[in-house]
């Protein structure tokens, strides 16, 4: 949540000497809390330090359309493609990752979380080759699709050693095996997004990053269209803020539509010129002090001027020669 601190340091600050405003601040704060990682599986996964085998490793992840289906289809159950590279001379009989699931929906929130395997049959020597694994993904048009905490691992050339035998005896891989962060799970055309807020004196921003589909891309908020994006490219767009539907469009006219994405506001700025006082001969003869003690990126400024020890403390002394 922002901070009244989080505001520009131009920002004026501007209250009547002797003026108090109460100030009722509403905080509604919602937290989820999910844990689902390699660990939440049946099997004991060998420790990571042990997997000191570098021979594969996967370098992609993709849901492409059924057979039958247009290049262009957008969700549906699709099986999970993953793409392995293979530095050994030899083939290697199979190919697996334990991982978590996390589906986005089309405004960037998280729609569900849940253990995954997926394994692949049959690696070919000396190659980056792009493979079917065991594992279907249901899935909705404009989600996103994220595997973390990845855990992988790989058998020998023998005939024996199957993606059922890895699946059912993870703690005897070592040391062909190797974690990795998460991998983006290509699933037609795509997007990731950075927003920024906006702040007091200046738009926010909505930084886009198109992937999967065929370069170049299209990017469309309300009237503002760019096009020529690049593969591994983005795009940012200053905007006020709100909520705002983002159009992604490939070179092949397929398109997604990512909803909702949201740049924040400043956060408000509230002042306190602090409780009226009575100035007279026995009674706060010298004045008083007044505001409160200064926070950090702000200006302050009082009017009006006479009496004040200062125009721009945030706590000047008021001594006025009549009711101010």
């Not at 993606?163 to 070592?174: D, G, M, R, Y």
Request: contains cysteine.
């Amino acid at each position: 949540m922002p901070s009244l601190l989080d505001s520009p340091t131009s920002f004026t600050r501007k209250v009547k000497l002797v003026k108090h405003s109460s100030l009722t601040i509403k905080i509604c704060v919602s937290v989820f809390f999910v844990f689902a990682t390699a660990s939440s599986f049946a099997q004991t996964l060998p420790a990571a330090s042990s997997c000191t085998s570098k021979d594969l490793e996967l370098v992609g992840a993709s849901l492409p359309p059924n057979p039958g289906e247009s290049q262009c289809a957008c969700g549906g159950t699709r099986t999970l493609m993953l793409t392995i590279a293979n530095k050994t001379g030899s083939t290697r009989t199979s190919f697996a990752l334990w991982g978590t699931l996390e589906i986005y929906n089309s405004d960037g929130t998280l729609k569900s979380i849940e253990p995954i395997f997926a394994c692949a049959p049959n690696i070919p020597k000396s190659a980056t080759t792009t493979l079917a694994s065991n594992k279907q993904i249901s899935y909705l048009c404009g989600e996103s699709i994220i595997i973390k905490d990845l855990f992988l691992a790989w058998t020998s050339a023998s005939p024996n050693e199957t993606c059922s035998v890895l699946e059912a005896n993870p703690s005897t891989i070592a040391p062909k095996c190797g974690t990795l962060p998460q991998i983006q799970v290509i699933a037609g055309v795509d997007g990731t997004f950075v927003e920024t807020a906006a702040s007091c004196t200046a738009n926010g921003s909505i930084k886009v990053s198109p992937f999967g589909g065929v370069a170049p891309y299209k990017v469309k908020i309300v009237t503002d269209e760019r096009t020529g994006i690049a593969a591994g490219g983005f795009t940012t767009f200053s905007l006020p803020s709100g909520e705002y539907d983002v159009l992604i469009t490939d070179s092949r006219g397929c398109s997604v539509t990512k909803e909702d994405r949201t740049i924040g506001s400043a956060a408000a700025v509230t002042a306190d010129a602090g409780a009226d006082f009575t100035k007279s001969c026995n009674e706060n003869p010298n004045g008083k002090q007044i505001g409160s003690a200064a926070a950090a990126g702000f200006t302050y400024s009082w009017s009006p001027a006479d009496g004040l020890s200062s125009s721009t403390s945030s706590n000047p002394t008021a001594n006025p020669s009549s009711t101010t």
